[in-house]
């Protein structure tokens, strides 16, 4: 049997760093992932959390601590071994492409994911415009993206029972 596998956009990238997820089911999240045996993060969200966190702390100082750790944190999520991190790579950007035809207004991260998330065969997301794929017969259509799911939380929720 195929080892499970999900790539995980940046919102469940964000807890790993210190940064609760206003997400349903989040409290759920940890169980979730157990169900996998391997998880995928783009170096694009690790970037893309950074951000996050840079603007949050503008806001609100409670999160200067997760800002000023996020090294030490990225160190030991790069331990883990049921971790993989993705670089950008010629097939992730041919994949990009495609995406940037068929759904032109997603940002540049979320583009990045989903290409990357491509090869893995599922991407975790609550990112509605990426969700909003799943009934795209453009998308679906495609002989490349015939057997990739989007999922949200929940829908794993459900799946493990």
Avoid at 87 to 108: M, Q
Avoid at 142 to 148: Q, S, T
């Amino acid at each position: 049997m195929r080892d499970r596998c999900l790539f995980l956009d940046t919102t469940f990238v964000l807890p790993f760093f210190g940064v609760d997820i206003d997400t349903p089911h989040a409290e759920s999240l940890e169980r979730a992932l157990e169900a996998y045996d391997e998880l995928h993060i783009s170096e694009a969200s690790l970037l893309e959390a950074k951000s996050k966190l840079q603007r949050i702390i503008i806001k609100d100082s409670r999160f200067e601590a997760a800002f000023l750790e996020f090294g030490d944190k990225l160190d030991i999520l790069r331990g883990d071994e049921r971790i993989m991190f993705h670089g950008y790579t010629a097939s992730d950007d041919r994949f990009f492409n495609i995406i940037k035809g068929i759904s032109p207004r997603l940002n540049f991260f979320d583009q990045v994911i989903l290409a990357q998330s491509i090869s893995i065969g599922s991407l975790l997301t609550e990112d509605e415009m990426l969700l909003a794929l799943r009934r795209n017969s453009e998308f679906l259509s495609r002989r490349e993206l015939r057997d990739f799911k989007i999922f949200r939380l929940g829908d794993i929720l459900k799946e493990i029972g």
